[in-house]
């Protein structure tokens, strides 16, 4: 009974959407289930309470059948139940527990049985019913594309261009003889019965030569038909294929879907499988427990945990500080320009690839954004930049996790190793969208910290288990996938490393900083408080040596790093070295600050006296500072008459235009700002004044991009924020959804929630 619904089954694809709602079998399952297994199916399934909130049953139904809501179910599905999923695909719904047991063989025991339906009854994929029949939504076997590797069944090839003489003589070559009722409708049940047996396909598989049976073989192994020319045309001098496609056309192992398509008809597929659809049902690989040497765990894992996070948040301060003034400018691609990358990375003492990595954390954070005008498009820093660098490290540090934690965005794309494959690294704002990252980052970190590996795993032991776990998640672990999954597996880790999340050493995995709030998807204030220890914000007191650096290795206190930042130049991120420099303290004081504030500021949080040489500098550039005044009249330039003859004689001042109109006095038509940034150029202090020949402090002048709201895919605006789309939208709680659903008012306290809450991360 079983070989017959698995021959007569028409749903090889997806069934149609009917006008008004699925199939109501399915939706009078659903309205079947209690409240309290209503209400788990939609915490498990968040995506079916998106607004507008289904109204019936009908409209549920219809939501949980649609191929992206099933993708995203059985992405939290191990290999065993998502291969129940695709058996029950293959028979169709829907279909009783005996003959899934039946269609499923010997490998797959009872209790596996009852514990995959169990779990897949939880995501409302296999409802059971109380007549026994297993339920499920319409369109199961779409992200499945051919459900088992089964092409269509002879009865519906049969319809397209196989005739009755062709069937005659496929039972002839088969041995079979022919029906004695007539007409093609009982051929067709014929040839259809002899490919279903077993010994008869396998007789006839016997007698193929090898081209035949390698012809035969890369038919079973494509995922659609295959073309062969020649086929029918009576000679096959040009084309090698044609003869052994011809041959097993005779035998019916082969069929013609259209012209030159060829196809092996379900039926001899399941009868070169011994009349099973899975021959070999799948086994769980072992656990990854660690081994003696690594049980002990890594050596100071908690001090590297802490180490790599100071270090990714101290290089995502040193990107804003680079930053605030001089946004990064764009390609017309719509990334960084591979030249620019080089050089911030050099810059920040930053391997490529994690500054890429972390340019895009930081996007997604909502701390960067793309903005400027058509043309010179820039990335630069948002207004809520401000605030997130005013935050302690920890919160700072909580904000790269949490969006690395729930982003869609590929950002392990920017550590996974090109060679040999022909591709470059992704830049910077063109990763790639991929709905199964977050999914794949909580499937690490539970393998990381569950009671199973209480120290370090090897990372040769995660690939196998993490394919099993979720397959739908993870790339195929022959490889045969878009991406190889050793190399997608150590990418994903590394991500996890830089952030400080695991640690990674020789080989070996653990769990690092705050990963099992992290995995139980507590938000940036649970994670800055969980991390708070392992990140303080560092002293307020720095060496400030003699050759005029300042040295603050384990960081400083923001509020007077935001100060010393205004008097010296960081050299690198990871190294809390900054620099003061004539150019320094002169862009101090353009900014309003005096020379006895910024030493007496370096005075109180420097542990070593003040060099000589510091005070003789910022007493030269004082004295030098505003020697020279810029006003607007045209522009004016006035001051020490040798200074300002001097400008009017220089390049600068011939481009300018600049003319002396009395001794100390010149005047140009051109802007200030430009007067002001020529003679900087020269090597002079300008200083600019107001009209009444007060001086006028320029101030800091930062760079803010406002994130433009983009349309999502139902028109509405959204905006990245706080690492995912802030689009304002709510969606019901469950149980005021199985309210709504029943026809009953919403219990109190019920009403809705955001959309995009960190528990939907945390149930991956």
């Not at 959407?17 to 297994?37: K, M, N, T, V």
């Not at 982003?407 to 704002?429: C, F, K, M």
């Not at 007067?675 to 202090?685: C, D, H, I, Q």
């Amino acid at each position: 009974m079983v070989r017959a619904r698995l021959l007569d089954r028409r749903a090889a694809s997806p069934r149609p959407q009917l006008r008004g709602g699925p199939l109501p079998g399915y939706a009078a399952a659903l309205a079947a289930l209690s409240d309290a297994e209503l209400r788990r199916l939609l915490a498990r399934r968040p995506d079916l309470l998106s607004p507008p909130a289904p109204a019936s049953f009908p409209e549920l139904a219809g939501r949980a059948g649609s191929p992206a809501s099933l993708a995203a179910a059985l992405r939290s599905l191990d290999l065993g139940a998502l291969r129940l999923v695709e058996l029950l695909a293959v028979l169709g719904p829907p279909a009783t527990v005996a003959e899934l047991a039946a269609a499923a063989g010997p490998g797959l025991s009872r209790e596996r049985l009852e514990a995959g339906l169990a779990a897949l009854a939880e995501l409302g994929i296999a409802l059971p019913g109380p007549d026994g029949a297993i339920s499920g939504p319409p369109g199961l076997a779409a992200p499945f594309g051919r459900p088992g590797g089964l092409g269509p069944p002879v009865a519906e090839l049969a319809k397209v261009g196989v005739s009755a003489e062709r069937l005659e003589r496929i039972l002839a070559n088969l041995g079979v003889p022919r029906p004695a009722a007539s007409g093609k409708a009982a051929l067709v049940r014929a040839v259809s019965a002899a490919l279903s047996d077993p010994e008869v396909v396998a007789r006839a598989a016997a007698d193929a030569d090898p081209d035949a049976r390698r012809l035969l073989d890369e038919a079973l192994a494509s995922v659609g038909p295959i073309t062969v020319m020649g086929v029918g045309y009576g000679r096959f001098a040009g084309y090698p294929d044609a003869e052994p496609a011809s041959w097993l056309l005779e035998r019916g192992l082969l069929l013609p879907v259209t012209y030159s398509q060829l196809v092996v008809p379900r039926e001899a597929a399941l009868g070169l499988r011994g009349g099973l659809v899975f021959p070999d049902w799948p086994q769980p690989p072992p656990t990854a427990t660690p081994s003696a040497p690594e049980a002990a765990g890594i050596a100071d894992a908690e001090d590297r945990a802490a180490a790599a996070a100071t270090r990714a948040v101290v290089a995502a301060e040193g990107v804003c500080a680079r930053l605030d003034r001089e946004p990064l400018g764009l390609v017309r691609a719509g990334t960084v320009a591979v030249r620019d990358l080089a050089r911030l990375a050099r810059d920040l003492d930053l391997p490529e690839e994690e500054l890429a990595l972390l340019l895009d954390l930081l996007v997604e954070t909502g701390v960067l954004a793309v903005g400027g005008p058509f043309g010179q498009r820039s990335l630069g820093l948002r207004p809520e930049a401000d605030p997130w660098l005013a935050a302690p490290r920890a919160h700072r540090w909580a904000t790269l996790a949490v969006a690395w934690r729930s982003a869609d965005v590929a950002v392990e794309d920017h550590l996974a190793t090109p060679e040999g494959s022909g591709r470059d690294r992704p830049q910077p704002l063109t990763a790639r969208r991929l709905g199964a990252a977050p999914s794949r980052r909580h499937a690490l970190l539970q393998v990381l910290t569950e009671p199973a590996a209480p120290g370090a795993v090897g990372i040769g032991a995660l690939a196998p288990v993490l394919a099993w776990r979720q397959p739908m998640v993870w790339p195929d672990p022959s490889g045969s996938g878009p991406d190889d999954l050793e190399a997608t597996v150590r990418a994903v880790l590394d991500a996890a490393a830089f952030l400080g999340i695991a640690v990674v050493d020789r080989g070996r995995a653990q769990a690092g900083l705050a990963a099992h709030e992290s995995l139980a998807g507590v938000g940036p204030a649970g994670l800055a408080g969980a991390a708070a220890e392992a990140l303080p914000d560092g002293p307020d007191r720095f060496l400030l040596a003699g050759d005029l650096t300042v040295v603050a290795p384990g960081g400083l206190a923001p509020g007077v790093e935001t100060r010393l930042a205004g008097l010296a130049d960081r050299e690198a991120a990871g190294s809390g070295i900054w620099r003061i420099t004539d150019a320094s303290l002169r862009r101090a004081l353009d900014e309003g600050r005096t020379a006895e504030e910024a030493l007496e500021f370096l005075r109180r949080h420097s542990s070593t006296p003040l060099p000589q040489a510091l005070e003789y500098l910022v007493a030269d550039v004082a004295r030098r500072h505003g020697r020279l005044r810029v006003g607007g009249a045209t522009t004016y330039l006035r001051g020490d008459p040798a200074a300002v003859a001097g400008a009017v004689r220089s390049a600068a001042g011939r481009r300018l235009g600049l003319r002396e109109l009395a001794p100390g006095v010149a005047v140009t038509g051109r802007g200030q700002r430009e007067l002001l940034e020529a003679l900087r150029k020269a090597g002079e202090s300008p200083l600019a004044e107001e009209p009444d020949g007060s001086p006028r402090p320029e101030g800091a002048r930062p760079v803010r991009h406002v994130q433009r709201a983009a349309p999502d895919r139902l028109g509405r605006a959204a905006a990245a924020a706080n690492g995912h789309a802030d689009d304002r939208r709510l969606e019901l709680d469950p149980a005021a959804a199985v309210a709504r659903l029943r026809g009953r008012r919403p219990p109190e306290g019920d009403a809705r929630r955001p959309a995009g809450t960190d528990e939907r991360v945390a149930r991956g």
